[in-house]
């Protein structure tokens, strides 16, 4: 199911007196569209350097925080 479909089949179960809600979000994700612009070179330079860079490992948080020296508690305010 595609997420036009899952959307259409979410705004069915909706009750009509709340519609207002999901056409003025619709409205105004709609104003947020633009239109895809093709890469330029800067942008095919920084996407080539970025995967020459990422050599397909993953690393979790936990080993991040570990490896700086970090804990969960860091990250809090």
Same mark, same amino acid.
């Given at each position: 199911?595609?997420? @036009?479909?899952?959307?259409?089949q979410?705004?069915? &179960?909706i009750?009509?007196?709340?519609?207002?809600? =999901? =056409?003025?979000?619709? #409205? +105004?994700?709609q +104003?947020?569209?633009?239109?895809?612009?093709?890469?330029?070179e800067?942008?095919?330079?920084?996407?080539?350097?970025?995967? @020459?860079?990422?050599? +397909? #490992? =993953?690393?979790s948080?936990? %080993?991040?925080? @570990?490896? %700086?020296?970090? &804990?969960y508690?860091?990250?809090? %305010?």
């Amino acid at each position: 199911m595609s997420n @036009k479909e899952r959307a259409l089949q979410i705004i069915d &179960t909706i009750p009509e007196n709340k519609m207002i809600f =999901v =056409v003025e979000m619709l #409205t +105004g994700i709609q +104003g947020l569209l633009v239109e895809e612009v093709e890469p330029d070179e800067w942008d095919l330079e920084m996407i080539n350097a970025a995967e @020459k860079e990422n050599d +397909g #490992t =993953v690393i979790s948080l936990e %080993d991040m925080l @570990k490896k %700086d020296g970090l &804990t969960y508690a860091d990250l809090q %305010d």
